[in-house]
């Protein structure tokens, strides 16, 4: 079982990715990636490149980019949205799915951090 590597969308706090690297997983933030104000289209695709699970508060705009996604063909390694939590919150929730689900489970899903209380 192949672990998931986490890319931060840019609403997400920075902070959490020294967390998620703490506990032994890959994590790199937009701004780390050089990303910042990018659509995103743009985000998926890059997280999508790089194999990498994307992290974001933008529910609504990446269900449906995941949606159009997946309708159209396109692959992605996994998209997974959160309402905005305290960062404590953020990365016991974000543990518990990295810990549940491999890098190959994760290829072409849509997850809720609200799922992994």
């Keep these: 079982m192949s672990r998931i590597a986490v890319y ?8 959490l990715a020294s967390r998620l690297r ?4 890959n994590a790199v ?11 995103d289209e743009k985000q998926l695709q890059y997280a999508a490149a790089r194999g990498m699970t994307i992290l974001t508060h933008n ?7 995941h949606r159009n ?9 996994g998209v997974t949205v959160s309402r905005h939590l305290p960062l404590e919150d953020l990365e016991k929730r ?7 689900v491999s890098a190959e489970d994760a290829k ?3 997850f809720s951090l609200a799922d992994f209380i």
């Design 8 to 15: 931060l969308d840019q609403d997400v706090d920075v902070s």
């Design 22 to 25: 703490a506990n032994g997983y």
């Design 29 to 39: 933030t937009t701004r780390e990636a050089g990303n910042i104000g990018r659509s």
């Design 59 to 65: 529910r609504r705009h990446f269900r449906r980019l």
């Design 69 to 77: 996604w997946i309708a159209s063909g396109r692959e992605h390694s």
């Design 94 to 100: 974000m543990l518990n799915l990295l810990h549940s």
């Design 108 to 110: 072409n899903k849509l």
